[in-house]
């Protein structure tokens, strides 16, 4: 008895997930893929901070 009311209520969540339209900041949004193409590599922060370049200077 009580199955048409709970798929009722999930019915009425999914429809208000589907129509929801959130207000977009369209600046922090351009900001934000602005600095994920700046940086492609995201091992390079660490490649700089360990990587020791005097251990392969003697090898050649």
Known sequence: ???GRQKAKHTKVARELKYFSPDTN???LE???AAKQASNDPWAEYADKYNDDEEFDDEE
Do not use: N
């Open 26 to 28: 369209l600046s922090d």
């Open 31 to 33: 900001r934000e893929l």
């Open 1 to 3: 008895m009580g199955r």
